[in-house]
Structure formats: structure tokens, C-alpha cells
């Protein structure tokens, strides 16, 4: 840690996982049990349902990459990491739901107690497992890791120029 945290990643990450909260509110309701038991309905978005479906394993793994990396020391093994960790922690979550007996068995009884993750075995039993679910979380994190490699070399160019002034 650095105790400072880098902003333009921060935002950037906010921004995306506003954006995959967004696809979930207005689009995809039905799959938050959160969202199904505050009664809110989907509304026509244009988009593909492909895109649709697959969008927020996508955003998920960017926002969180992004927004986990502005806490880290900004160097390429951090930013693999926190990208790596994401999709990790995506395709984990997307297998519990192809092998969901095995996933609930992990899940601790007091869970239930728990608000937030006493919906967890019920995201493993009825969620559906999707091949491209994984391709979007591997895309995200690709996306993730270039962009934050991208956005540091321009810092280090223009730090270059400042320099040299």
C-alpha cells in the first residue's frame, strides 16, 4: 500500500461498476435477489440479450480490477494480481453455479443469518452456469490490466516531460 490512492484508476472503476449496476437495476432485475424483492421491473434496453446477459461479468471483473489496483503500489505485478484476482474470483463464483452441490457445501449455516449472503445459496442453486460468462470475466480482466498498463505509461511519459523541463 501507498496510502495514496491512485484517483484516475479509482474513478474510472467506480464508474464501471456503476455501469454493471446499472445493466442489473433497469436490465436484469430478475438476477439480484436484492433487486427481485424490491419489486423492480426490467426495462426494454436495446441492447442484445447476449450483451445483456454477459455485460456484468465483464464490468464486474474491470471495476473491481480497476478499483482494487488504486489501492496497490502501481507496478506491473500489482496490476496482474488485482486483475488476475478478479477473474479468479468471477470464474469461481460462475463454476459454484455449474457445480452448485459442491459450491453450497462450502457455505458456512450461519449465512443464512446474514443479510446479503443469505441469498448466496440460492445464487449457486439457481443461478445458471455460462461458458460466456467466463469469456466476459476474461475480457474484463484483459481490458482491466491493459488499461491500467496504458494510463501508467502515460503517467511515466508525462512525468518524463516534466522533468525535462
Excluded at 495514496?4 to 464501471?16: E, M, T, V
Excluded at 445459496?121 to 482491466?144: C, H, I, K
Aim: hydrophobic content about 50%; some cysteine.
Amino acid at each position: 500500500m501507498t496510502g495514496r490512492l491512485d484517483l484516475q484508476s479509482f474513478y474510472l472503476g467506480l464508474a464501471a461498476l456503476l455501469a454493471g449496476a446499472a445493466v442489473y437495476m433497469f436490465i436484469r432485475p430478475d438476477a439480484a435477489w436484492f433487486l427481485q424483492a424490491a419489486g423492480i421491473q426490467p426495462v426494454s434496453s436495446g441492447l442484445p440479450p447476449w450483451l445483456a446477459g454477459n455485460l456484468p461479468a465483464f464490468t464486474h471483473v474491470f471495476a473491481f480490477s480497476l478499483l482494487t489496483a488504486a489501492l496497490l503500489v502501481p507496478t506491473a505485478a500489482a496490476r496482474l494480481a488485482s486483475c488476475t484476482l478478479w477473474f479468479f474470483c468471477d470464474a469461481a463464483f460462475e463454476l459454484g453455479q455449474k457445480y452448485h452441490e459442491v459450491a453450497v457445501g462450502f457455505i458456512p449455516g450461519w449465512f443464512e443469518h446474514v443479510p446479503l449472503l443469505d441469498g448466496l445459496t440460492g445464487y449457486f442453486r439457481r443461478g445458471t452456469f455460462d461458458y460466456w460468462d467466463l469469456a466476459a470475466a476474461a475480457a474484463g480482466a484483459g481490458a482491466a490490466w491493459l488499461l491500467l498498463t496504458l494510463t501508467d505509461h502515460e503517467k511515466r511519459r508525462r512525468k518524463c516531460q516534466e522533468n525535462r523541463k
